[in-house]
């Protein structure tokens, strides 16, 4: 039989309900108190009953998450980010990889009191829901769930814009996927009307991608250094796409930013780990997880949610971009 809270109240010396409220970071118990019982709950290897606390507060403490992929590092890092924050709000993270509509059924079997939903296809809403929903996408009017929106737009819009005021009149834009993904398209949205309005249209161009992996970028990379003239700059539409455009510059003995500047999209820690640390785009991972954690917890409260809550990107420039000499 586990350790119960009877144990840690007989092993602390304090009373039985004096444990809960301590397990449960009460203000009611002093915090010396408090420390002392977390530290005897960790010694004798207290796990809490979340079945039992459940039926108390009609909560299970539990937040389900319908994610896109296990694959990229981006998403990795930010999966990891968001569930170390709900963690120290004392939930537990469920993921299901299915489709939306499968996850959220499932989700709702398991009673968990709040779903976090990844939609990178704008997929149909779910006909049924007993738990709330938030969605970290594109956000539109009139969608029944609020939705934590990045602007990706412009966050390439901004890229461009860097890029052109630094005499770049040749930037190539490698990441619009041959997949639906509408998260990308918004991307590639940016990138063109950002170049029509910076009058270097004519001179840049966008290569999509199979995916959005290291492969990916490195083939397409390649075949734009196959060519006679490439150009003086290129946005990469994801850090695992950097790493594979990356490759093929050193490989075609190329130096950045000397004959080529790069600035990835994807603001997280991983980018400064290159050889040479990339100028990056978009909303901090930081910021991501914060204000995901902090909507999901005002539904579970049942507090007011914008419908859609936008998040400015930041440019980034680290020495992997440079002024382009005219000649």
């Known amino acids: 039989m586990g350790v119960t809270i009877k144990d840690i109240a007989k092993a602390a010396d304090v009373s039985y309900s004096t444990v809960s409220k301590a397990l449960r970071d009460s203000p009611l118990v002093k915090e ?3 420390q002392k019982i977390i530290r005897i709950a960790e010694q004798l290897g207290y796990q809490p009953n979340v079945a039992a606390r459940s039926l108390v507060s009609k909560k299970s403490h539990t937040i389900g998450v319908v994610w896109p992929t296990i694959e990229r590092v981006t998403h990795s890092a930010l999966i990891t980010g968001l569930n170390k924050r709900l963690e120290e709000l004392s939930y537990t993270t469920l993921i ?31 006909a049924n ?32 814009k860097y890029l052109s005021d630094h005499d770049h009149e040749e930037i190539t834009y490698i990441g619009g996927v041959t ?37 990916d970028g490195y083939e397409a990379a390649k075949k734009v250094f196959a060519e006679q003239t490439f150009p003086t700059a290129i946005i990469s539409g994801s850090h695992d796409l950097s790493k594979g455009i990356l490759r093929a510059i050193h490989e075609k003995g190329l130096y950045i ?22 100028s990056t ?16 917890m005002r539904l579970i409260n049942e507090e007011s949610v914008e419908q859609s809550i936008y998040l400015e990107p930041e440019l980034r420039i680290t020495e992997s971009c440079q002024t382009r000499r005219k000649s």
């Open 179 to 215: 997949k639906v993904d509408h998260l990308q398209e918004e991307k590639v949205n940016g990138f063109l009307e950002a170049v029509q309005e910076n009058g270097i249209a004519a001179t840049s161009s966008v290569i999509s991608v199979e995916d959005l992996e290291s492969y």
């Open 129 to 160: 829901s007993t738990v709330p929903i938030i969605t970290y996408g594109i956000a539109h009017e009139g969608s029944p769930f609020p939705t934590v929106d990045v602007n990706r737009k412009q966050a390439v819009r901004s890229a461009v």
């Open 32 to 34: 010396p108190t408090k």
């Open 257 to 278: 930013p000397g004959d080529v500047s790069i600035i990835s999209y994807d603001n997280i820690p991983a980018t400064e780990s290159f050889e040479i640390p990339l």
């Open 96 to 126: 299901s990889i299915n489709d939306m509509n499968h996850a959220i059924n499932t989700f709702n079997r398991y009673q968990v009191d709040a779903i976090i939903a990844f939609d990178e296809r704008n997929s149909p809403d779910p």
């Open 281 to 296: 785009v978009g909303v901090p991972l930081h910021t991501i997880t914060e204000k995901l954690a902090d909507v999901v």
